[in-house]
């Protein structure tokens, strides 16, 4: 489905984009002209200004093999593929290096290479080192019809004394309810707070993060595997962008009785991708790059706190048609992070309230978390971008807190700041405990626990998503445990004993309504409600009408189909 311009913009965008179609058929035609030996026509993209996007035709004279992939990935990469059944593909091998060589040879800067996309994204200050690569076979040989810029990233304090470890009570201070929210707290007081999870951060830089009090606790812990910058090479990604270090502090920051992340305990690599003080397309091929490095590694889970969708120059933009998760190339390789059992959490973007409106990409991924913004009481943001995908997929997947969310101080202590940026983190934090909890599960499976847990999974919309993600529900939904045990018909309830809020939950998932009752032990029902019929209904949440009821033993009757399931519950 196609968006709907104003009249005059739309004729200036299809006008432009014409022109700008004309301008590489000429160029080309240039390079036809141009002595030497006779080729087609070149695939040449500008990403940026002398910069370009070059794809080639195979992975042919390569070294490099399925059979070896241990030349190529880590071992923690190939135990990750191994655990969750997935081989090693073609789009695995990495680029040959005889083509880079020859790319190199012209006098251009290879600035990065992607193996999912068999390219590399070159500087080239001369249109004759242009007219030598598209002389080469191996350059893949057709026309890109646009020239695209990317939108950058739009961003949204005391010493330490003590760390939050299992050994105490951990104290979140006004962050609490980030966490809680979620029913996060629940994993961490069972111990699951990321430790053995590896969590890779790409960002726009991670500004202090070596000397800021709230990642202290990481340095003491060796937490910090590594960092790399994919838009300078070689600089030092703590003097760059604070975004990054208020999106790290959300996961790890460790300042009790002020900020506590969601996964303190987590592995961390902090990756570089995104250019804050450049608009160009260029930050999508340095995306690709930090994400196949991380896959490389090993990593479980990649946050992405960046979107793209409109541009500086309106000519250059995508369209809401792109955001179908098969169009722009950063969605693709999203998806390509996720097909090799990579967790990718992805904010859904800041436009809700602005004429563009709907999420950008990469959140538009079929295979991605997607995650919009509410504020502290659990409603949407206004500006949080809003779905569906445009070929009508659920879209965001979840929201979580990116409003007035407590983030750490650019010098000590904590602020406040909002943006979708901020909530994603917090996903990928409690997703990294919730892993930790169910070690043999796919990333695919937590992914979709923490999609089947959430508040609004039986109507969904485009706002919420499937709504606020309950990361215990998810837990159990994941390992079928409980303090109870199943009934007759495969049927348990949580907690038990119970106070305020109950869940019930199908090991057999139901189409059917359902109808839940509570007896006390002289046969006076204290309470009932049911819930209409769902296809591959997994469980029901009560979370109303029992804060009431007097301490003591109940019989919960379940119904479902004309079959019911009794079992002991206790009220605290």
């Known amino acids: 489905m196609k968006p709907i311009f104003l009249n005059r913009r739309a004729d200036e965008v299809q006008r432009g984009r014409l022109l700008h179609y004309l301008h590489g058929v000429i160029g080309s035609i240039l390079l036809l002209a141009a002595p030497g030996p006779a080729y087609a026509q070149a695939s040449f993209e500008e990403t940026a200004p002398r910069r370009y996007r070059i794809e080639f035709l195979n992975k042919n004279n390569s070294s490099f093999s399925p059979d070896a992939p241990q030349e190529f990935l880590s071992e923690k990469a190939l135990d990750r593929r191994h655990k969750q059944g997935i081989p090693v593909e073609y789009n695995d091998l990495p680029v040959t290096p005889a083509y880079i060589d020859s790319i190199r040879s012209t006098g251009a800067e290879v600035l990065t290479a992607s ?16 007219q030598q690569i598209a002389s080469f076979t191996f350059v893949k040989k057709d026309f890109l019809t646009r020239n695209m810029k990317s939108r950058k990233a739009k961003t949204a304090d005391s010493c330490r004394a003590q760390y939050f470890t299992l050994k105490q009570s951990p104290s979140y201070g006004v962050s609490e309810w980030q966490t809680a929210i979620h029913k996060g707290q629940y994993l961490h007081e069972q111990g699951f707070t990321g430790k053995g999870v590896t969590i890779a951060v790409l960002d726009a830089g991670f500004y202090h993060v070596d000397q800021l ?70 930050e999508e091929d340095n995306w690709i790059a930090a994400a196949e490095y991380a896959d490389s590694l090993g990593v479980d889970i990649i946050n992405t706190s960046l979107g793209y969708s409109r541009f500086d120059d309106p000519l250059l933009d995508h369209t809401y048609a792109d955001m179908d998760g098969n169009t722009t190339r950063i969605s693709r390789a999203a998806d390509i992070a996720a097909s090799k059992g990579v967790l990718v959490v992805v904010s859904a973007g800041n436009q809700g309230a602005g004429d563009w409106h709907y999420i950008s990409a990469p959140a538009d991924a079929d295979s991605v978390l997607a995650v919009g913004a509410i504020d502290a009481n659990g409603y949407i943001a206004n500006f949080s971008s809003r779905g569906p995908s445009s070929d009508r997929r659920i879209k965001p997947d979840v929201v979580a807190v990116g409003k007035g969310t407590w983030v750490a101080g650019f010098e000590s202590g904590i602020r406040q700041g909002s943006g979708t940026s901020f909530a994603a983190p917090l996903i990928a934090g409690l997703a990294a405990c919730l892993w930790q909890a169910n070690p043999e599960a796919s990333a695919n499976e937590v992914l979709t626990a923490i999609r089947e847990s959430s508040d609004r999974f039986t109507k969904p919309d485009g706002d919420y998503g499937y709504g606020i993600p309950d990361f215990n529900l998810a837990h159990v939904l994941l390992n079928q445990l409980s303090d109870g045990s199943p ?71 379940v119904t479902v189909a004309g079959r019911s399931s009794l079992s002991k519950l206790i009220k605290s």
């Open 115 to 130: 193996r999912w996309f068999n390219s590399v994204t070159i500087k080239a200050p001369t249109d004759s080192i242009l």
């Open 213 to 282: 009090p709230a990642f202290t606790y990481l340095w003491d812990n060796n937490q910090i595997l590594g960092t790399k910058d994919f838009v300078i090479a070689g600089s030092n990604v703590y003097n760059g962008h604070s975004h990054g270090m208020a999106v790290l502090s959300l996961i790890a920051g460790n300042l009790p009785g002020e900020l506590i992340g969601t996964a303190p305990d987590a592995d961390f690599w902090l990756l570089r991708s995104e250019d804050a003080g450049s608009e160009y397309l260029i």
């Open 487 to 557: 009934g007759d018909e495969g049927i348990l309830a949580f907690p038990n004993p119970f106070n305020s809020e109950l869940y019930v939950v199908f090991l057999n998932p139901v189409d059917d309504p359902v109808e839940i009752s509570l007896t006390d032990l002289s046969g006076n029902q204290v309470f009932r409600t049911s819930f209409p019929g769902f296809a591959g209904r997994k469980y029901v949440t009560i979370s109303n009408g029992l804060a009431g009821l007097y301490k003591g033993v109940y019989i919960l009757k």
